[in-house]
Structure formats: C-alpha cells, structure tokens
C-alpha cells in the first residue's frame, strides 16, 4: 500500500549492503540504539556505540518511543570522539542518526578517522521527517547533495546512492498520519466522509506512483548510501 514501504525499503537495501561487507570484518554500529541491526551482521565482528542519552521519554514533544533500553551498548560515548584507534574499523554504518546529532559533518570527520583505507561506510538519514526522539531532533533532513559534498571532501568516494521513495510515496504516508495526528493534537476523528476523502487522495496518489518519472527529486524518505574510505 502506498505511503507503508519507508523502513521496509530502508531495512531491505541495508541488508542486501551489509552482506556486501567481507566476513570477520570489524563493523561499528554508531548511533546503534537498541542494537536492531546487529542480527544483519552475524558474519560482522559487530561493536555498537551509542551517546545514552534518549530514555523513551525526551521532552515528551513529538514523537517519543515511550521506552529505550540502550543497557548492552559496547561503547557509551559522543559519536564525534568515539574512543577507537584511527583506522581501526573495516566498515561503519550509521542508519536514522543524523537527524538526531548537532554536528553531523563531525560525525563525518570521525568516521574518516576510524576507518581502514578501503573500509566500508554506510549511513541513512532522512530527507524530511517530523520531529521525533526530541529534544535530540536537530535537522529535518539530508539530500544527496549534502552526501556528494561532505564525504567526498573527507576521504570518501560514494560506490551507492539510493533515494528511498518519491514524492507520491511520503505524500501518502503523511496522509495516513492525518487520522491519529488530528486525534492527539486537534483532538478531531475524521467522519465518514473524511476518511473517504482520505482514502480517494491515497488512490490518486498511488496512480500517480505508476507514472512516476522521477519526483524523488523533489521529495523522498530518505538517502541511503555506500561509500568506500580512499586509499
């Protein structure tokens, strides 16, 4: 269904670039959370790290977990002075945590540091989303121009860059949001007629889905992105 396939693209194409990665390599998980991706890196030497900070509850603004166990981290520190040796990482993947750091291109930097030439980068980010996990919510979103800039001016070289989804596809999730969104802020459940209305505009957008010819350019889930550390 149309505006439902943003994690399970994201989760899809992350797998598919993990298995990617040589067997027995040492793979920092930055940004790790709860640790959801470990179980795609069995074939990984697999280290997470994680600031420690986010307890489910935040500001309680925005969206907000409720719970966040982050009690079988490997490393607790910030993810811009991780206590590693330089080169000492074979890949990096950071999924869904820029929006969250006050200094992303330091993260950058930091990775650059950590691994190996030839090493493995692998980040997603989104190019819009609403405002989640605050008060650690700094940015809506990253584009691919901000990835061809800022790696590339640290040492990387981009070998993937995919756009999660279109504009058809994050117009659809939103107005599926609408219904529980009018409920928690407006205090407003769509009538009959609403949700019919609702479900007509899902339609036209799914058909324009079909005949899409390249709207990602405008407006998409997110980035997600393989780059190799230069020899």
């Known amino acids: 269904m149309i505006g439902t396939h943003n994690k399970a693209t994201r989760d899809a194409w992350l797998k598919d670039t ?6 027995g390599s040492r ?3 930055a940004g790790a959370g709860e640790l959801q991706y470990k179980p795609l890196c069995e074939h990984l030497n697999y280290v997470s790290q994680d600031f420690a900070q986010y307890d489910g509850k935040g500001d309680e603004k925005g969206l907000q977990t409720g719970a966040w166990d982050q ?10 002075a991780i206590p590693e040796p330089d080169a000492s990482f074979d890949a990096i993947m950071c999924i869904e945590v820029f929006e969250h750091l006050p200094e992303p291109i330091k993260a950058i930097k930091e990775f650059s540091r950590l691994l190996r030439p030839g090493g493995h980068l ?6 819009c989303s609403l405002t989640h996990f605050a008060p650690y919510h700094f940015y809506t979103g990253f584009n691919r121009y901000f990835y061809q800039e800022h ?7 981009i070998i993937n860059l995919v756009e999660n989804g279109n504009y058809f596809e994050y117009l659809g999730q939103e107005v599926r949001r609408i219904p529980s969104i009018g409920e928690k802020y407006a205090d407003k459940r769509p009538t009959f007629i609403q949700s019919l209305a609702i479900k007509v505009v899902l339609s036209m957008l799914d058909q324009c889905i079909k005949e899409d010819a390249g709207s990602s350019e405008l407006l ?3 980035c997600q992105v393989h780059a190799i550390k230069k020899d």
């Open 122 to 127: 692998i980040i997603t980010a989104p190019f």
């Open 71 to 80: 009690t079988k981290l490997d490393i607790t520190s910030d993810i811009t």
């Open 151 to 157: 790696l590339s001016k640290n040492e990387f070289e």
């Open 27 to 29: 793979i920092l998980d």
């Open 18 to 23: 993990l298995q990617k990665i040589p067997i």
């Open 220 to 222: 998409h889930f997110g």
